[in-house]
Structures are given as C-alpha cells and as structure tokens.
C-alpha cells in the first residue's frame, strides 16, 4: 500500500484513475481510447497491439468501476455484438471531486477519534 505523501508526489491526470478506482496503466490507455470512439473488443486489440483476452479482462475491470459502459449491437441477419465507450472525463471528474470530499471528512473524523482515543499533547 503506498502512503498518501507517495501518491501526492506520484499524482497527476494520468495516474488519478489508478489512485481513485485501482486500475493499472493498461486499463486507463484503455479508457482514454474510448473516450473518442465506440469500439469492440477485436479493434481494441488490434489498435493496442494487445491480445483480446486481456483487453477482455482490462474492459471487466473497467465496467466493475464503472469507467466504461457496454452496448448490445444486433446484426440484421441475426446474432449481435458488443462495443464499449468510456463515461465522460467530465462525469468522472464529478463523481471523483464527490468522492474526495466524503473522503476529507472521514478522514478528518478519523483523525479527530485518533486524538480523543490517543490524547494530544
């Protein structure tokens, strides 16, 4: 677990979604590639060099955080497939900005416990 001074350091628009919903570097390439478009699974790995098994399991992830969203396309002769898009950056932002705050007051709340319990000097 790094320390929240390392994730000060560390921290910077490339680095928040791994700070904020766990996701590796290969994950976020993933979600920025869909930000401008709606692709399947099979341009994915094609586009990053990368084998559809593990764009299939980056996209798990990436749904399970709720980063991306999955849409049912149905071909006219029948059968469909899947594409995947990203939330907006911009949805994200404000979902993350909610999330810290209720943070900052757990925390301080913690904090504050931590000296009732521990004493101050």
Known sequence: ????????TSLNCETIL???????????????LLIKRNLKIEEISQ??????????????KLLIAGLVVRE????????????YRSVSPGK????????????CEKVAF???????KFGGD
């Open 47 to 60: 586009i990053l060099g990368r084998g559809e098994n593990s764009v299939y399991k980056s996209l798990q």
């Open 18 to 32: 791994e700070c904020f919903y766990g996701i590796n570097d290969s994950d976020a390439q993933i979600y920025r």
């Open 92 to 103: 994200l932002a404000e979902e993350m900005r909610r999330i810290m705050k209720e943070w």
């Open 1 to 8: 677990m790094r320390t929240i001074k390392d994730s000060i």
């Open 110 to 116: 913690t904090i504050n416990e931590f000296e009732e």
């Open 72 to 83: 049912k396309k149905v071909l006219p002769g029948g059968g469909y497939y899947y594409t």
